[in-house]
C-alpha cells in the first residue's frame, strides 16, 4: 500500500505525521522522502545512510555539423528546452524534462543525449524502518525527475509512506500519483484552510481517496472541520497544540516518542486507510 502524506502548504506538520506513521508501523512501514528540495525526514528519524547513488537526467547535444536546421526537435519539446533561432540551434538543460522526444525524432541523428546531475538518491535504515530520501543539487529547478526516481524505490510489500512536498504543484502530483490513499495535514487557520481546499482540488482530479489530519487542532477556529464534513473528507486525527509536542520536535523528537501514547492512534489510522483505500 502506498500512502502520501501531503499538505497545502508547510509548516502544517507534514512531516510529523509521515515520520511518526513510519515509527508506529515499525518494520511494516517504509517512508520515502520525496520532498527533494528541502528534505527533512531525516532530522527526526537520523537514519543510517547504507547506500546512495547519484541520478542524471539525459539532455540533448547537438552536433551542428550534421543538423540541417529543420526545427522539428523545437517543435517537438513542450518546455522549450532546445529551439531554432535563426540560423542556430540552442539548448536549454535546466528546462529540459528528458523525454528523449528531440533526438528521436532528429531526421538527421544529429541530437545525443548526455548526463546531467540532478541530485542523489540515500537510502538506509530507522531501527527496523526503510529509509529513502533524494537531495536535489543545490541550484536545480526540475525536482519531478528525482521524485521519480525516489519511487522506483517503493517496497511494494511494506505500507510506503511518501512525504511530498508542500503546495499542489507538478513535485506533489508526481509524488502523489499511483498512491492509493493521501492524507492531508493541515491547520485550523484561514491560511490552512484556503491551501487545504486548493491541495483537496488537485487530489480530486487525481480520483485518489483522502482523509485529514487536523494539527494543532485546539488553535484557530472550526473551519476546517466544518469544510471536511461538507466534502465528507474523513478527519483521520487531530493533534493538539500542545507544549511536549513542540519540545520534543524543538530537539528533533518524533511525535510517538515524546507521546507514546499516539502510537496506537497511528496505527488505528493505519488500519483506517487500509480499509477505506478503495
Do not use: W
Request: hydrophobic fraction near 40%; include cysteine.
Amino acid at each position: 500500500m502506498i500512502v502520501a502524506v501531503a499538505s497545502g502548504k508547510g509548516g502544517t506538520g507534514k512531516t510529523t505525521v509521515a515520520t511518526s506513521l513510519a515509527l508506529a508501523l515499525g518494520s511494516r512501514s517504509q517512508i520515502l522522502d520525496c520532498d527533494v528540495e528541502e528534505p527533512n525526514c531525516h532530522i527526526l528519524l537520523k537514519p543510517e545512510i547504507t547506500d546512495s547513488y547519484p541520478v542524471n537526467l539525459p539532455v540533448p547535444s547537438v552536433d551542428k555539423e550534421k543538423c540541417s536546421l529543420c526545427g522539428k526537435c523545437g517543435e517537438v519539446c513542450q518546455f522549450s528546452a532546445i529551439v531554432l533561432i535563426g540560423q542556430t540551434v540552442l539548448t536549454f538543460p535546466e528546462l529540459c524534462h528528458g523525454c528523449g522526444a528531440c533526438s528521436i525524432l532528429c531526421p538527421e541523428r544529429a541530437i545525443q543525449e548526455v548526463p546531467r546531475r540532478l541530485g542523489v538518491i540515500e537510502m538506509g535504515f530507522v531501527k527496523d524502518v526503510e529509509f529513502v530520501q533524494g537531495r536535489i543539487r543545490i541550484g536545480e529547478a526540475m525536482s519531478p525527475p528525482l521524485i521519480r526516481e525516489v519511487k522506483t524505490r517503493i517496497n511494494r510489500d511494506k505500507v510506503a509512506i511518501l512525504d511530498a512536498p508542500p503546495g499542489a504543484s507538478c513535485p506533489v502530483i508526481t509524488t502523489v500519483k499511483n498512491s492509493d490513499f493521501v492524507i492531508m495535514v493541515t491547520e485550523p487557520t484561514p491560511f490552512g484552510l484556503n491551501d487545504l481546499e486548493i491541495a483537496v482540488e488537485a487530489i480530486e482530479d487525481l480520483g485518489i481517496p483522502m482523509g485529514v489530519v487536523i494539527n494543532r487542532c485546539d488553535i484557530g477556529d472550526s473551519d476546517s472541520k466544518d469544510y471536511c464534513a461538507r466534502k465528507g473528507l474523513p478527519l483521520l486525527m487531530e493533534i493538539p497544540n500542545h507544549r511536549k509536542i513542540a519540545e520534543g520536535y524543538a530537539r528533533g523528537v518524533p511525535l510517538v516518542e515524546s507521546m507514546p501514547e499516539y502510537v496506537d492512534k497511528f496505527r488505528n489510522m493505519s488500519d483506517y486507510i487500509l480499509n477505506n483505500k478503495h
